[in-house]
C-alpha cells in the first residue's frame, strides 16, 4: 500500500511568488537578444585637421597665417574726431561765476557766455533795460526759465543764423516758459535745454562736429541765484 506524505498547504503570496518565478524563468528575457554596441570616444574628441603652411606654420580659414601675438587696438584709430580742431569758444572749465574757453578768454565775475560764429560775448539776460543795472528775475511763477526775447538781438542779425541753440539754465535743469521758446522759434532755431555743465559739454561735442555756423549756446553760471 503506497503512503503519501501529507501536503503542506502554501499561502496565497507564496503560491504568487512560485508563479511570478516560474513566469520569469520559462520565458527568455527580451533584453538578452540585444547587444549594446560599443563607440570609440574618438567619434566625439577628434581633432579637426590643420593646414600647414610650406615652413610647417599653420593656416587661418582664409589660408593666411595665424598671427603668433595677440593683434593690438589702436584705440586713436576709432577716434573719429581725432584730426577735427577744436573751437576756440569751446568751454574748458565751468567756474562758479564764469567760465574759461579753449582760447584761453576768461568770463568771470557772474558773467554768461553767449557763444555765437566763433565769437564769445559777456551775456547778462537778468538786467533790465533801464541801465541801472536792476536784475531781473529769469524763474516766474511757474518754476520756469523765461528771459527777454531781446536779450537774445544778437542772434537776430547773424546770417547765416544757427540752427540749433542750446540753453544752459544753471545748475539745474528746469523747462523754459513758452514765451522764450516761442521768441526763439520766430528766429527760425531749434533749441535744447540744459544744465549749465551739460550744455557746455553738448556744445563741445556739436560745435566741433557740425561747426560752430551751425551750434550757438547761451549759458548763465552754475552758481548764479536769483
Known amino acids: 500500500m503506497?503512503?503519501?506524505s501529507p501536503s503542506i498547504p502554501l499561502s496565497?503570496?507564496?503560491?504568487?511568488?512560485t508563479t511570478l518565478r516560474r513566469i520569469t524563468t520559462s520565458r527568455p528575457s527580451l533584453l538578452s537578444s540585444f547587444t549594446t554596441p560599443r563607440i570609440s570616444a574618438a567619434?566625439?574628441?577628434s581633432s579637426p585637421s590643420r593646414t600647414l603652411s610650406k615652413g610647417g606654420a599653420p593656416l587661418a580659414?582664409?589660408?593666411?597665417?595665424?598671427?603668433?601675438?595677440?593683434p593690438t587696438t589702436d584705440f586713436s584709430s576709432l577716434d573719429v574726431l581725432g584730426n577735427t580742431p577744436v573751437p576756440s569758444t569751446s568751454i574748458d572749465v565751468c567756474h562758479h561765476d564764469g567760465f574759461s574757453l579753449n582760447s584761453g578768454v576768461q568770463i568771470t565775475n557772474g558773467s554768461g557766455?553767449?557763444?555765437?560764429?566763433?565769437?564769445?560775448?559777456?551775456?547778462?539776460?537778468?538786467?533790465?533795460?533801464d541801465g541801472k543795472g536792476t536784475r531781473k528775475k529769469m524763474i516766474n511763477s511757474k518754476w520756469q526759465w523765461e528771459i527777454?526775447?531781446?536779450?537774445?538781438?544778437v542772434l537776430s542779425v547773424v546770417w547765416p543764423r544757427p540752427d540749433l541753440l542750446i540753453l544752459g539754465v544753471g545748475k539745474y535743469n528746469r523747462p523754459i516758459s513758452p514765451k522764450t521758446r516761442q521768441a526763439?522759434?520766430?528766429m527760425g532755431m531749434r533749441v535744447e535745454v540744459l544744465d549749465t555743465r551739460n550744455a557746455a559739454s553738448q556744445y563741445n561735442l556739436l560745435a566741433t562736429e557740425r561747426g560752430v555756423g551751425d551750434v550757438?549756446?547761451?549759458?548763465?553760471?552754475i552758481g548764479f541765484e536769483e
Do not use: M, Q, Y
Open 12 to 17: 496565497a503570496p507564496a503560491r504568487r511568488l
Open 43 to 45: 567619434c566625439f574628441f
Open 61 to 70: 580659414h582664409n589660408n593666411e597665417p595665424v598671427p603668433t601675438s595677440s
Open 113 to 129: 557766455a553767449l557763444l555765437i560764429g566763433g565769437e564769445a560775448f559777456e551775456w547778462k539776460p537778468w538786467l533790465t533795460k
Open 216 to 221: 550757438a549756446a547761451a549759458l548763465v553760471p
Open 148 to 153: 527777454d526775447p531781446e536779450s537774445l538781438g
Open 184 to 186: 526763439i522759434g520766430e
Open 2 to 4: 503506497a503512503t503519501f
